[in-house]
């Protein structure tokens, strides 16, 4: 934790701490750069202490916040610091929040095209989109569980459409949910033994042999 000294009543820092020659070198380059919402933007130190070739005003989002506490903690629950005067004082605190919800606004805001959401990986609700374009046919039902089942048992995450809209629909509303990797079960393909697999973030769709399409996600 870093804090101001003169919250403490310290007038002077400890013997043998350097805060300027120890810390200088960690806090400066977190601390010089200037940015701020506009709710809290000062233009005239914005101006005075940023060259003109760096300043920059963009869009944003805001994730987190820092939340000043003061003492208000750390009194009741007897949280001191004891001066070079001896004397016990409650030490001032604060906390960092960040919002969930604030955090899945940002990655759709930075990861999306025309189409909808492209999630990264990492963060996807879901793993894979499996469209049945033929919900009803006995053929397709039954790649469509069968490649359900396998990829649930290797612990992957799968999307099942099994709704009656039309292909062009079904295309559509994965795209719009944006999961990395769809696979696409029809008649046509399904006689060959072969599936589409689409990866969401490029568009890039190939018709392959189903486990030669399940390698690629396991």
């Known amino acids: 934790m870093f804090c101001d000294r003169s919250l403490l009543g310290l007038k002077a820092p400890a013997a043998d701490v350097d805060f300027d020659g120890d810390l200088s070198a960690l806090i400066d380059p977190w601390s010089k750069p200037y940015a701020a919402t506009e709710d809290v933007h ?3 130190r914005f101006e005075r202490e940023v060259p003109l070739e760096r300043q920059l005003r963009t869009r944003g989002i805001e994730v987190g916040q ?6 208000k903690y750390s009194e ?3 949280a001191l610091v004891t001066g070079p005067d001896g004397v016990d004082r409650p030490i001032h605190g604060g906390c960092y929040g960040v919002g969930v919800s604030r955090l899945l606004g940002a990655i759709i805001e930075a990861c999306h095209d025309e189409h909808g959401i492209v999630w990264p990986d990492a963060v996807a609700p879901f793993q894979v989109g499996l469209i049945n374009l033929q919900q ?3 053929q397709t039902d039954a790649a469509c569980e069968q490649i359900y089942s396998k990829l649930a048992q290797a612990g992957i995450d799968v999307l ?10 079904k295309f559509m509303q994965m795209d719009l949910i944006g999961l990395p990797w769809q696979l696409i079960v029809g ?3 399904l006689k060959n033994g072969k599936i589409e697999l689409k990866r969401r973030a490029n568009g890039l769709r190939e018709t392959l042999p189903i486990d030669v399409a399940l390698a690629r996600l396991l």
């Open 76 to 78: 009741p629950m007897k």
């Open 42 to 44: 000062d233009i005239a």
């Open 187 to 189: 008649t046509r393909e």
């Open 66 to 71: 820092i939340f000043y506490f003061g003492t």
């Open 160 to 169: 099942y459409d099994d709704t009656q809209e039309r292909a062009g629909g």
């Open 136 to 138: 009803g046919d006995e």
